[in-house]
T-cell receptor
Framework: DVKVTQSSRYLVKRTGEKVFLECVQD?????MFWYRQDPGLGLRLIYF???????EKGDIPEGYSVSREKKERFSLILESASTNQTSMYLC?????????????FGPGTRLTVL | AQSVAQPEDQVNVAEGNPLTVKCTYS??????LFWYVQYPNRGLQFLLK??????LVKGSYGFEAEFNKSQTSFHLKKPSALVSDSALYFC???????????????FGKGTKLSVKP
């Protein structure tokens, strides 16, 4: 079974803090993704990576950065957290190739910024 | 613009009755279509996908979905709903890309399915 783990289920931070959200997958997937999920808005893609040290912006990258130093790990960084970044953050991974492109999700991190 | 629409925020069904959760899409080229389910306080789980071939796709937990190219729809169905099917359902589409990055999923906003005993 594919396993995608996220470092925290719940996180509370203060405005202006630097926040790190970690994601690890154990299936040697090339692609990794970070989404945020908000009621009524569904999932919105923040950043994705299709190889080590590679990253591409998704639909809402502002206020976020990412790091992928190892294939299995993809980190989301909030340089200076703000209250409008309070959300559920979901990490996902997938293989490359047309037939295998199903995304596997972690359990999510619910971040509250006070 | 490429998009996915789930026209219903919530669907209410009695246990044992058939259920349908609707999805329509707008993408260029031949799409790959997906359904995911999210149980309370959990991440998303893959249910089924359509790539090519038979328009009726069968997935996990007795769910199936029908691809209709002329109506650009991919509705999720189940003949007999269970209370345990109550969850948030997301339709997603992956536009096919030639080369370059692999392309990403575009998700709908989700439909909350509530199955009552």
């Amino acid at each position: 079974d594919v396993k995608v783990t996220q470092s925290s289920r719940y996180l509370v931070k203060r405005t202006g803090e630097k926040v790190f959200l970690e994601c690890v997958q154990d299936m040697d997937h090339e692609n990794m993704f970070w989404y945020r999920q908000d009621p009524g808005l569904g999932l919105r893609l923040i950043y994705f990576s299709y190889d080590v040290k590679m990253k591409e912006k998704g639909d809402i990258p502002e206020g976020y950065s990412v790091s992928r130093e190892k294939k299995e790990r993809f980190s989301l960084i909030l340089e200076s957290a703000s209250t409008n970044q309070t959300s559920m953050y979901l990490c996902a991974s997938s293989m490359q190739g047309a037939e295998a492109d199903t995304q596997y999700f972690g359990p999510g991190t619910r971040l509250t910024v006070l | 613009a490429q998009s996915v629409a789930q026209p219903e925020d919530q669907v209410n069904v009695a246990e044992g009755n058939p259920l349908t959760v609707k999805c329509t899409y707008s993408v260029s080229g031949n799409p790959y279509l997906f359904w995911y389910v999210q149980y309370p306080n959990r991440g998303l789980q893959f249910l089924l996908k359509y790539i090519t071939g038979d328009n009726l796709v069968k997935g996990s937990y007795g769910f199936e979905a029908e691809f209709n190219k002329s109506q650009t729809s991919f509705h999720l169905k189940k003949p007999s709903a269970l209370v345990s099917d109550s969850a948030l359902y997301f339709c997603a589409v992956r536009p096919y890309h030639y080369g370059g990055s692999q392309g990403n999923l575009i998700f709908g906003k989700g439909t909350k399915l509530s199955v009552k005993p």
